[in-house]
């Protein structure tokens, strides 16, 4: 039934495969042939993974993804590097979902960042440092000429990175650890608060074999990626922000100073401004109380697979009300530190439209034009980026130390330590006046 299935993908795979350049005469043994025979002297450790595979079973040998171009030891530049539309001609069900969540939209969100511009290239089209994880996203024909022309080659493909080359093994993304690789560190430890909580031990446990198999535990997976979709989204999502504002009024004025901070509100008029769009646009925030709700829904269908509605619905409203408390600290913040702008006692760095705190330049990495920016600055952007998130993040996630010391504890922490740094910056302003 799969062999006859393939068979027929096949079939449609052949126009698209002359469409694309390659010739297409001997895709048959020959050629396939030697691509394997040379490589296993070359490059031995991706034949032997590619021959543990499903696709060396269904003999889709290197050429259906890398053309036949190239067939000497010298002209390895000729071979293609696949992008998502290759894998496309025989799995358009995963590209297709995979288009439409939100790791499509890794790549471009990078990009759309102003701060993406003033970072080394290494970091970002050569896939190292932001690009390695944000890699995530299909490409379009012009990002990549971008790419190339600023001469990288590689990190053209999606795919690859939960189910890596050339196993290609649906196994291994099943494997909480495939997302462990970017879902860590600094703003979105998820990796971490989740394997050190009870959901993660009880999946160690049960890996170790002191569970039965069919123990009840969810992974990742299980709540982000349900019954094999590729489309991921949640319903906060990065950030924690969402439109229409909160009912609640104290929380409807945190959160417009917020979006300020983002930019996406202008801090002087509180008018949407461009970056409105931009985000939206890119699927960075829900826009909608469906939209938010949607997802809030599904997911308490995935708890309800374990738990009772009311119980996973209760944690879920406590995780809303702890972003609630987060953003009243955040907002008392970046009051503070938009005073001093006003007050002329920081100066506005050259690259921001305003004298406000512009959280979107992921200040802490400095360089550039951004060697201006105050310390009061830098402790800012870390309350918001590094203990808002783990803040609420933590408490989704089921983790009380990430959820209070790493996330709250911290917070209020970091607002003490900007009223005295402000109230010190204050007092040196009036001292050098005089
Ligand atoms: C005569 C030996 C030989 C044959 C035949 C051969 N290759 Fe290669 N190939 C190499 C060597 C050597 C390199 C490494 C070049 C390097 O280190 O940059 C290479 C590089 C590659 C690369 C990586 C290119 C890059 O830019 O990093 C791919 C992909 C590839 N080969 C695929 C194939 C495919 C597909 C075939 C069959 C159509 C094939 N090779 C046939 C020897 C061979
Ligand atoms: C199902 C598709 C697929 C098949 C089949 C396949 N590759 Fe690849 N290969 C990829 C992808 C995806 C990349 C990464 C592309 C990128 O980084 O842009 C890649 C990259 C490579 C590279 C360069 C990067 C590196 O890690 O060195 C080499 C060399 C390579 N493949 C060799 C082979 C050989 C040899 C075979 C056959 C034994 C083969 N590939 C079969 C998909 C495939
Ligand atoms: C020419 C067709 C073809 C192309 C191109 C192709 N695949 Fe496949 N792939 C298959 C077939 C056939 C299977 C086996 C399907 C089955 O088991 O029902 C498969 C299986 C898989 C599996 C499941 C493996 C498992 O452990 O069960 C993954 C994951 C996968 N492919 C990923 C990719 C990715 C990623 C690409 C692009 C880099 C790609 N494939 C390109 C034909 C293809
Ligand atoms: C270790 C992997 C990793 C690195 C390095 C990384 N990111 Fe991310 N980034 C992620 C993950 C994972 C998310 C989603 C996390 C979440 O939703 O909690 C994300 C989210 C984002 C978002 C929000 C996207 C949206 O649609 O909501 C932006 C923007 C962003 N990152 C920019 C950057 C920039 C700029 C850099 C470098 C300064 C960077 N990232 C470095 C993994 C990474
Ligand atoms: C974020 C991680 C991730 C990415 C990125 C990813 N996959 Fe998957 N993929 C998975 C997981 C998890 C499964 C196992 C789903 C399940 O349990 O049924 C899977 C399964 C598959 C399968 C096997 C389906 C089956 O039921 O046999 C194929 C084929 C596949 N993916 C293709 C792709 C293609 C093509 C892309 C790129 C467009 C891609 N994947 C990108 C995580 C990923
Ligand atoms: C028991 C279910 C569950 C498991 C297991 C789980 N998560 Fe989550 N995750 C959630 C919930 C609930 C949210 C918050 C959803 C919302 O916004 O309402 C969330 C949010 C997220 C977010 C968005 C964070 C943000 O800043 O808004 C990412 C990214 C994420 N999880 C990744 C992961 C990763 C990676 C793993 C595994 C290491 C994991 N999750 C394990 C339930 C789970
Ligand atoms: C190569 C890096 C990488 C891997 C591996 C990866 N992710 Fe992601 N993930 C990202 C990035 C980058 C984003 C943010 C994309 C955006 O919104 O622009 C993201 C976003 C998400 C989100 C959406 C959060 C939101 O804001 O709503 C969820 C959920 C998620 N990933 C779950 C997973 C799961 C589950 C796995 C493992 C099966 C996984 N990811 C593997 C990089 C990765
Ligand atoms: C696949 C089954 C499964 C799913 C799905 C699941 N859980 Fe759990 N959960 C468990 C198990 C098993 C435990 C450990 C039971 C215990 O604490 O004694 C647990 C523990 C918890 C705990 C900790 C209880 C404590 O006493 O410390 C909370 C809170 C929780 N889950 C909330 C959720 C939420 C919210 C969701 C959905 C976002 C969810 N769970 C999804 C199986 C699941």
């Known amino acids: 039934m799969k062999r006859a299935l393939w068979k027929s993908c096949f079939l449609l795979t052949i126009p698209t495969v002359l469409l694309l350049g390659f010739a297409v005469t001997p895709l048959w043994a020959d050629d396939a042939d030697a691509c394997i025979s040379c490589h296993e002297k070359s490059t031995p450790g991706q034949v032997k993974d590619w021959r543990s595979s499903r696709h060396a079973e269904m003999e889709i040998s290197c050429i259906y993804c890398h053309g036949d171009n190239h067939t000497t030891a010298e002209d390895g530049k ?43 290239d290494e970091l970002m089209e050569g896939g ?43 196994k291994e993304a099943q494997d909480p650890r495939a997302c462990q690789q970017c879902h860590m560190g600094y703003d979105h430890p998820q990796w971490e608060m989740w394997s050190s909580a009870k959901h993660g031990t009880r999946w ?5 074999g002191r569970l039965p198999e069919d123990a009840a535990v969810p992974t990742c997976q299980t709540c982000h990626l349900p019954n094999g979709t590729h ?86 409203e406590m995780g809303d009300s702890m972003l609630q408390k987060a953003d009243r600290v955040m907002a008392q913040a970046i009051e503070i530190v938009a005073g001093l702008y006003k007050d002329g006692i920081i100066k506005k760095p050259e690259a921001y439209a305003f004298a406000y705190p512009d959280f979107l330049y992921y200040m802490q990495t400095g360089g550039g034009d951004m060697e201006n920016l105050s310390n009061i600055d830098q ?46 910056l204050r007092t040196l302003h009036e001292l050098t006046k005089k």
């Open 78 to 120: 000729l071979a293609q590097m696949p992008d998502e539309h290759v894998c496309k001609m025989c799995h358009e069900e995963q590209f297709e979902s995979f288009a439409k969540g939100k790791h499509n939209f890794g790549w471009r969100a990078l990009n759309a960042l102003p701060i993406t511009h003033v970072e080394p």
């Open 128 to 170: 190292s440092g932001c690009g390695g994880c944000h890699n995530m996203g299909i490409k379009s024909e012009e990002e990549k000429k971008e790419r190339l022309a600023k001469g990288y080659r590689y990190q053209t493909n999606s795919c690859d990175e939960c189910h890596t080359r050339h196993s290609f093994s649906k």
């Open 204 to 208: 160690f446990a049960k890996e170790a």
């Open 231 to 316: 489309e991921n989204r949640t319903a906060w999502g990065f950030f924690g922000v969402r439109l229409p504002l909160p009912e609640d009024k104290q929380w409807a004025a945190d959160r417009v100073t917020i979006l300020k901070a983002l930019g996406v509100l202008s801090p002087e008029t509180g008018e949407p401004t461009d970056r409105l769009e931009m985000v939206t646009s890119l699927d960075m925030i829900r826009s909608t109380q469906e939209a938010w709700q949607t997802e809030r829904d599904k997911m308490i269908q995935t708890c309800s697979g374990c738990h009772s509605k009311s119980y996973a619905t209760s944690r879920l």
């Open 379 to 424: 402790t800012l952007f870390e309350l918001f980026m590094k203990h808002r998130m783990r803040t609420y993040q933590g408490q989704f996630h089921v983790n009380p130390d990430y959820a209070y010391w790493y996330g709250w504890a911290m917070m209020t922490q970091g607002l003490g330590k900007i009223q005295a740094e402000a109230k010190k």
